[in-house]
């Protein structure tokens, strides 16, 4: 496998996992319709951040002359059926849906930890495009975490 081929192989791996933040957030945004808009907001807040980042990994991929991925990690798949497997013994409350949006940033908190980590040269910029992103994703994180807890707090 080529330089370029690896680090392609690594880029994709994160547009799949910004694939998986898009599909969950739109699906938790539909889940919050019923639930306080504050909600709502913030998932789509987080959607579009992370079709921003797609769009920058995706012209990376070309600069690279890889093809981009197009659809989402096996991971991310397991995920969306999870959050709809346990939104049906939950009811969509607003606690179980917090809570399935804090596994999928801790999944992609996980993806560009093993990106930077991965043995693929890359170029300062590009090192520099994932640091920001993961920076930027562990504060979404970090805002979800903060709802899910303050809403168990509320109703300890």
Same mark, same amino acid.
């Given at each position: 496998?080529?330089?370029?081929?690896?680090?392609? #192989?690594?880029?994709?791996?994160?547009?799949?996992?910004?694939?998986?933040?898009?599909?969950?957030?739109?699906?938790?945004?539909? #889940?919050?319709?019923?639930?306080?808009?504050?909600?709502?907001?913030?998932?789509?807040?987080?959607?579009?951040?992370?079709?921003?980042?797609?769009?920058?990994?995706?012209? #990376?991929?070309?600069?690279?002359?890889? #093809?981009?991925?197009?659809?989402?990690?096996?991971?991310?798949?397991?995920?969306?059926?999870?959050?709809?497997?346990?939104?049906?013994?939950?009811?969509?409350?607003?606690?179980?849906?917090?809570?399935?949006?804090?596994?999928?940033?801790?999944?992609?908190?996980? @993806?560009?930890?093993?990106?930077?980590?991965?043995?693929?040269?890359?170029? @300062?910029?590009?090192?520099?495009?994932?640091?920001?992103?993961? @920076?930027?994703?562990?504060?979404?994180?970090?805002?979800?975490?903060?709802?899910?807890?303050?809403?168990?707090?509320?109703? @300890?």
């Amino acid at each position: 496998m080529t330089t370029n081929e690896k680090l392609v #192989e690594v880029l994709n791996d994160l547009v799949q996992i910004n694939n998986d933040r898009i599909e969950g957030y739109q699906k938790a945004t539909e #889940e919050a319709k019923d639930l306080d808009v504050d909600l709502k907001a913030i998932f789509i807040k987080m959607a579009e951040e992370s079709i921003k980042y797609k769009t920058e990994l995706v012209n #990376e991929v070309g600069k690279l002359g890889g #093809e981009a991925a197009t659809g989402t990690t096996g991971s991310g798949k397991i995920y969306r059926v999870w959050m709809d497997v346990k939104a049906t013994f939950t009811g969509h409350n607003r606690q179980a849906v917090l809570e399935n949006c804090e596994f999928g940033e801790d999944a992609a908190q996980k @993806a560009y930890k093993e990106a930077l980590a991965s043995d693929a040269e890359m170029s @300062a910029d590009v090192r520099q495009l994932i640091t920001t992103q993961q @920076a930027s994703l562990k504060t979404s994180h970090d805002i979800i975490k903060k709802y899910r807890d303050m809403h168990k707090a509320v109703n @300890a």
